[in-house]
Every structure is written in C-alpha cells, then in structure tokens.
C-alpha cells in the first residue's frame, strides 16, 4: 500500500541546521586550532642563549603579539623580518615561524642587519 507524503514529514527542521550547525562548529574549532599551531613561534639554540645571556624577557603577551605580526608578514611574503620593540630586536624567519637570533635593543643601534626583507616595530 502505498502512503500518502505530507510535506511536513520530509523535513524535519530541527535535525538538519543542527547537523549542519555541528559541522560548522567542528571547521571553526579545527581553523582555530591550526591556528594556533601557525602562532608557535620556535626559539632557535642560538637565540635562546642570547636572551638568556643578556638577561632579556618578552611577556606572553609580546610573543603573542610578534606571532601574529609574524604571520601577517609571512602572508606579504616576508621571509626574514626584523623585530623590533622597546627592550629586544629579534630577526625571524617568517616561514618557519623561528626567531633566529635576539639582541638587547641598546646592543641593536649600531649594528646592520643583512637578509632580511621586512621590519615590524611593536611598540612593547
């Protein structure tokens, strides 16, 4: 026998959006996710020793803020950038997301900085 199709049964409006709504959620929480991975900014040997050596700390909120710089600068098509802030200069290679060497900002006046194709200054 065969049954008669209300419109109203083949759409179920609270099942679908939700499904669809989910799906949206689970994409946001994996864009946010890689993310985040893409602002890890690796501090190379080398650097590490240098703000060790020269007694140099950078808040949380400055790394955070140089990761993001360093990922617009990266989407310009900046490879090495020269960072610059109030206490440190940093050289980091965008691609990599790597801070390559630090200097203590008084040490950076007099020095010439070769390779590198871009400069952010952060007012930190």
Known sequence: MSERINAHQLYQPMLYPKHRQQKKIDQSFQSVFHKELEN????????QKRLQDRD???????WNKISEKMIEAGQKGIKDSLVIMKNVTLVVNAPNQTVITALDRNE???QIFTNINGAIVIDE
Do not use: C, G, R, V
Request: glycine share 0%; charged share 10%.
């Open 108 to 110: 950076s006046t007099s």
């Open 40 to 47: 890890q900014l690796t501090i190379s040997k080398h650097a």
């Open 56 to 62: 140099i700390t950078i808040s949380e909120t400055s």
